[in-house]
Structure formats: structure tokens, C-alpha cells
């Protein structure tokens, strides 16, 4: 059985005094019995260090939002997979879509970031989905498995436990829109699928696939529910210690 995870982008949001204030709230929560989910959230670089406070008091991990492709060197206002990991992080996101709509991010691009994280000991979440244009144009599927062969067809290295896939429809991220459950579970088993043809199917088994757009308490049991739906990469919502707690209970509920 796979276990879920509920992730928290923290985007450009929640500096180090507000990271440490809402880390305090989700603390003061029961937190610590948590039999089948994960928990992560992704600070601002700057707010790593305070999150790190929390770490090993909490179950709470904490990953980057980004990360450079090279090991080290001249690359100003750049982090690298070391550093992150010297800070406490022990994930980081890839491709999110924001990095590659406003930093013209390429499926290239995060291959080799997932290399550079990869070998430095870093779990990967591979974020991936299609635009609106692409979805009503019929080549959604097209695209999403694009995306993720660019990546685990090039590095043999990735297994389930260093890599994640985030599945996150663009039209869904933070626009208060979401996919249905069905939409998801059906992304979700092909990109499974394609796993299994690229690994094998015992790795694709255990492989954690997460959606991601617009998760809220509201639709969040029903797209939990769903077989190959393992958790959630959540945006807005985890920006209020509250929801994101109340997102977490709901996973814990989730009978898979
Ligand atoms: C995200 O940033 O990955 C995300 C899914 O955001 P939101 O939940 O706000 O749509």
C-alpha cells in the first residue's frame, strides 16, 4: 500500500516569521500519530531556516521549490541541491509550472535538475500537467506523458523513493478551478502506465503520484478516493495552518 502524501507549496508566501508562526499551529495540532501520510511543505528559500526548527519536533518535512542543475558555481540568485539539503530539506520540486510558464523552464531543463537533486540525495517531485489549450484540444494526454519520458526515459537512476510525480493540470493551479476526480484518476493511471513501460510495474506500484490544482477540504476526500490519486500538492489551501491541517485528517481518512 502506497502512503499518501500532502504537500504544501508555499510559493513567494510566508517569510521566515510567518513560517515559524504557522509551523507553531500545526504543531500545536496532533500531528504525530499519522498512520498512512506524509507531510511536506516547500518554504521560500529564505524561510527554510525557521522551518528547520521544526524538524524532528514535528513530522513535518520541508523541501525547495526549486533548484539549480549545476552542482556549483556562477549561477547568481541561484540554489543549489547541496544547499538545500544542508538547510534541512530533504525534497524539492521540479517543473513546476509556474517555473516553466514565467522562467521558460523545459522538459530538458528538468531533467537535469532532477539529476543534480537526485544525486545529491534529494527526493524529487516532478511537477507535470497540461495547459487549458491542450486539454481542449484533445492532446492533454499527449503532452503529460511527454513531460514525464523527457525525464525517467533519460535517467535511470530515479526510483520511487527519490522521485515523485505531481500531476497538476495548469488550468487548475491556483485559479480555484480543479480537475474532477475522474480526470484525475485517468491521468493518473496512464502516467502510471507509462512508469511501468519505463521501469517495471512493481516500481510503478509504489511510485507516488500526486495531484495538484486548487485542492481544498471541499474536493479533497473525493479526489483522495480516487486508486491512483496518492496525495496532494497543494497550493492556497496550505497557506493557512487550519485547512492544511483539515487537508491532512482527510488524507488520514482516506481508506485506500
Ligand atoms: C500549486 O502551487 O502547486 C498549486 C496546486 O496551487 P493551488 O493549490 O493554489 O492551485
Redesign the pocket.
Known amino acids: 500500500m502506497r502512503r499518501l502524501l500532502i504537500a504544501g507549496?508555499w510559493?513567494m508566501n510566508l517569510g521566515p516569521a510567518d513560517t515559524y508562526r504557522i509551523l507553531e499551529q500545526l504543531s500545536s495540532r496532533s500531528l504525530d500519530n499519522l498512520s498512512q501520510t506524509d507531510v511536506l511543505v516547500t518554504p521560500p528559500y529564505v524561510s527554510l531556516p525557521a522551518a528547520s526548527e521544526f524538524l524532528g519536533k514535528t513530522p513535518v518535512q520541508i523541501g525547495g521549490q526549486n533548484v539549480h542543475h549545476a552542482e556549483s558555481g556562477a549561477y547568481t540568485g541561484e540554489i543549489s541541491a547541496s544547499m538545500l539539503t544542508e538547510l534541512g530539506c530533504s525534497h524539492v520540486l521540479v517543473g513546476?509550472?509556474?517555473r516553466r510558464a514565467y522562467f521558460r523552464e523545459t522538459d530538458l531543463l528538468a531533467r537535469k535538475k532532477t539529476e543534480q537533486a537526485v544525486q545529491s540525495g534529494l527526493h524529487v517531485i516532478l511537477?507535470v500537467g497540461e495547459n487549458l489549450e491542450q486539454r481542449q484540444a484533445g492532446n492533454h494526454h499527449i503532452v503529460v506523458m511527454q513531460q514525464v519520458r523527457s525525464v525517467l526515459a533519460q535517467l535511470p537512476e530515479c526510483t520511487p523513493a527519490n522521485l515523485s510525480i505531481?500531476y497538476?493540470p495548469i488550468w487548475?493551479?491556483?485559479?480555484g478551478e480543479t480537475a474532477t476526480p475522474e480526470q484525475a484518476q485517468q491521468m493518473h493511471q496512464l502516467i502510471r502506465k507509462l512508469v511501468s513501460d519505463l521501469w517495471n510495474q512493481e516500481d510503478a506500484e509504489k511510485l507516488t503520484i500526486i495531484y495538484?490544482?486548487?485542492?481544498k477540504p471541499e474536493n479533497a476526500s473525493a479526489l483522495l478516493h480516487e486508486p491512483d490519486v496518492d496525495g496532494g500538492?497543494?497550493?492556497?489551501?496550505?497557506l493557512h495552518a487550519g485547512i492544511f491541517y483539515e487537508l491532512i485528517k482527510i488524507a488520514e481518512t482516506v481508506k485506500k
Open positions: 507549496n510559493k513546476h509550472s509556474e511537477c505531481a497538476e487548475a493551479v491556483g485559479t495538484g490544482g486548487s485542492m500538492l497543494i497550493g492556497g489551501a496550505s
